[in-house]
């Protein structure tokens, strides 16, 4: 594995902290501290507790990550109807 390599997992974000911070809990029952990924945080991509994420991270530091995508899941999506409505 090279420096450049990067783990992909999922899991569950089971707090919320400051500064776009998130505990995340994976699926192998480690828990780990994630920030959001430049794009998410650009397209604001809002993250609460009980998503499903998926986390990149460095095999260096297997305490922290960065959540890279959230699962829409059931009922995902924009609430109401948004058809020709800018704010």
Known sequence: MSKEDLLTLDGLVDEVLPDGRF???LENDHRIIAYTAGKMRKFRIRTIMGDRVRVEMTPY???KGRIVYRDKGPGGGPPG???GKRR
């Open 81 to 83: 109807n948004r058809q």
């Open 23 to 25: 505990g995340v809990r």
């Open 61 to 63: 530091d297997l305490s």
